[in-house]
Each structure stands twice: as structure tokens, then as C-alpha cells.
């Protein structure tokens, strides 16, 4: 089940008596995100594959004792650098097999928009999965995973890089401000996500935002002013503040919204767009001042970009390859996308294209799975 409270988001097992209705909930720990839950065959308890603020954005496997109550107990099985999305269990309970999943990605560039000239740039994996951005200098600033945690990673046309965070939690979707000077960024070091500013250089760090799991920073074309996603009563709306210290946040949408970008003018903003719960999401044109969308487009995606000035979007198409390439919309809404890349395959998990609209740094790759069996069997192989 979805919950909400000061500290952000996060999920829960609940359990609920058949006849009289009441709602139970779990033991500790706090759980980010479920991706499963079964019962034992004893039905004295679960096996939870899930993230915590411990794990990070890997999901380890607990058992959660049942009944819940104040002396239910939880306790994690796993404790490692695999990430495990789906559970089993054999009759006697004491053999799991289980998938790890291990997402691969590595940072490519694309001169020209031509992916014949495309060429591969990091083989560190991890690398630009969670955010990657262009500085108006031709450097990258991008997330990379080392262990548990996602850190800010920047890399110079020579192939140089320098490690910009470290030991801080999780720090991903970089955006740098028009002038190279500053970086947002989003980090959970103070406990959940927020909205966190540093120098160029990494240094003179500072926490912008204290909303509900806020993400996605975008500057305006200024410099003055940042837009970015937080939750609202479970749903994510976009807001904007200041760049300066003690800004206010401004809700700018009042339906479910996100990835906000300024357009190269200032006066627009490009965003997701689902004017109800069980509405299809689509990408969307709003008014810089907020308000409802002035244009909306027949296709949804999750990334995205301004580009040509302004004057058309890039985006990943999902629906179309899969999130193979990228396509060109002009802001026509009845004009047909078209691809602007031509891979066959692997997977684009975050792209930017550089201040000048000629080089598109992607993070490609793909998600491998592999059957794990963990027992306390001593018969088990």
C-alpha cells in the first residue's frame, strides 16, 4: 500500500480483517518501494523484496513476522550490492529463488545527431542511468553507482574525470545552471529526497528544497529560478523557487505533473501531464506562470527536451521502440514524430543534447536478469 507522511513516500504491508474491516500495519522497517510480498507456507510471516533507506535503490529481501503488531519483527535475509525484484518459495519454506535484476548503462556521444558517428565514452556501468547533463564548457555531469549509492561524476572532452560527491547518500539528476556555476541536484543525505545546490567544483553544498520527494531541477534560462517535482497530497505537481537561499516554493500545476523544463526563452515550460489518476499521461506545454496546458501532445513520455531553440522536442519513445532512440516532435501537436537516432537495441535511460543542439549524450544500455536460489537447506545445491 502507498503512504505518505512528512518524511516523503514510501510503502507498507497491511493487513486487513475480513469481517471487521480494520487495517494493520507492518513492523519496521520503513520500505521506499515493494516490488513483492508472499507469505510463508507457515503463514507466520512474509518475504518482502524491498527498498529502504538503507538499501538505497536496491531491493534486498526481508522476513517480516505475522501477525504485525508491536512485537512483530523484521529482519533482512540479504545484505548485498544485488538488486532483487521477484520472490518463491518452495513448499518447506526454505529454499527463495528470486531474480537479480543488474541494470547496465554506460554514457555514449552522438555528433551531428548521428548515430553512425555514435561512440561509447564510460564503461563503468551505472554510469548516467539516474541523470546526466551538459555544461556550457562541454563537460558531462552525470550519476554513477559505486556500491550501494549514486554519486556525481563529471567528465572532460579529454576523457578526464572527477568525482564531484561521496559519502552522502544518494546523489542523482544533476542539472547545471546556465552560467557553469552551480549544480542542483537531488540527494536523500538528510533523509529523504530533496533538491540540494554545490559549486561547480562540488564544494559549498546546500539543501534548496523540503517538500514531499521532490526530483527533477531544471534552471531557468536566468539562472534565478529552479522548477522542479514534488508530491502533493500523493500526487506529483510541479513547483519553482529561487536560486538564492530562504526562496519560497510556488506550486505552479494542480494535476499530476512532473519533469518540468523551462523552454530557451523563459516563458514556457515542457511537462508531463495527467489531468486524473486514470488518465493516459502525456507530454504537455504549460505557461512559465503555471496554469493548464496551453499545448498537449497525442504521445506520453518520461524523457525529454527542448531543442532546435525551442522550437521542437526530443524525447524518448517508448511506445513506439521501447526507448530504443529518439524522435523529433515540432510543436505542432498534429505534426507526426519522427526518429532522430537509429540503434536496434539497448535501452536510452537518460539523454541531454549539448548548449549548441549538435552532440546527444545518452545512457544506453540494458537490464540483465539471472535466477538466484538462497537456502538453509544443507541438501539444496
Same mark, same amino acid.
Given at each position: ?27 519496521? $522497517? ?10 510463508? $507456507? ?88 539516474? %541523470? ?13 553507482? %559505486? ?9 572532460? $572532452? ?17 542539472? &547545471? ?58 500526487? $506529483? ?12 516554493? &510556488? ?88 526518429? &532522430? ?41
Amino acid at each position: 500500500m502507498k503512504k505518505q507522511d512528512a518524511d516523503g513516500k514510501y510503502q507498507g504491508l497491511v493487513s486487513l480483517d475480513a469481517e471487521s474491516g480494520k487495517a494493520e500495519d507492518m513492523a519496521a $522497517p520503513r520500505f521506499l518501494q515493494i516490488s513483492q510480498a508472499v507469505w510463508m $507456507p507457515d503463514m507466520k510471516g512474509f518475504l518482502v523484496a524491498g527498498v529502504t533507506e538503507d538499501s538505497s535503490q536496491l531491493n534486498q529481501i526481508w522476513h517480516v513476522a505475522y501477525p504485525f503488531g508491536p512485537g512483530g519483527k523484521a529482519r533482512r535475509i540479504t545484505n548485498d550490492l544485488n538488486d532483487y525484484r521477484e520472490l518463491s518459495l518452495t513448499a518447506d519454506g526454505k529454499t527463495i529463488v528470486t531474480l537479480n535484476t543488474d541494470r547496465q548503462t554506460n554514457i555514449w556521444l552522438v555528433p551531428e545527431l548521428d548515430t553512425k558517428r555514435a561512440s561509447e565514452i564510460t564503461a563503468t556501468n551505472y554510469d548516467g542511468a539516474e %541523470g546526466l547533463t551538459w555544461t556550457a564548457g562541454g563537460e558531462l555531469v552525470y550519476a554513477s553507482r %559505486g556500491g550501494e549509492n549514486f554519486d556525481l561524476w563529471k567528465i572532460a $572532452p579529454d576523457g578526464a574525470r572527477r568525482q564531484m560527491t561521496s559519502g552522502a547518500g544518494n546523489n542523482t539528476q544533476p542539472a &547545471v545552471s546556465p552560467d557553469g556555476s552551480r549544480i542542483a541536484f537531488v540527494s536523500n543525505r538528510s533523509g529523504a529526497p530533496h533538491i540540494w545546490l554545490m559549486d561547480a567544483d562540488g564544494g559549498n553544498v546546500s539543501q534548496l528544497t523540503n517538500g514531499t520527494d521532490d526530483g527533477s531541477p531544471n534552471w531557468s534560462p536566468d539562472g534565478k529560478t529552479i522548477l522542479y517535482r514534488s508530491y502533493v497530497r500523493g500526487n $506529483p505537481a510541479v513547483f519553482s523557487i529561487a536560486s538564492s537561499p530562504g526562496g519560497v516554493p &510556488v506550486q505552479l500545476t494542480d494535476k499530476i505533473s512532473g519533469r518540468p523544463q523551462f523552454s530557451p526563452d523563459g516563458q514556457k515550460i515542457l511537462t508531463t501531464w495527467r489531468p486524473e489518476a486514470l488518465a493516459v499521461q502525456k507530454l504537455s506545454i504549460i505557461s512559465a506562470a503555471g496554469g493548464a496546458p496551453e499545448t498537449i501532445f497525442n504521445f506520453t513520455s518520461s524523457l525529454f527536451r527542448w531543442a532546435e531553440r525551442g522550437q521542437a522536442i526530443l524525447f524518448v519513445n517508448n511506445l513506439k521502440d521501447n526507448g530504443v532512440n529518439i524522435w523529433r516532435q515540432p510543436l505542432d501537436p498534429n505534426t507526426t514524430p519522427v526518429p &532522430v537516432t537509429d540503434w536496434k537495441d539497448q535501452r536510452i535511460y537518460w539523454f541531454d543534447i549539448s548548449p549548441d543542439g549538435k552532440t546527444l549524450a545518452c545512457a544506453r544500455g540494458e537490464s540483465l536478469s539471472d535466477v538466484v536460489l538462497i537456502s538453509d537447506n544443507p541438501n539444496q545445491k
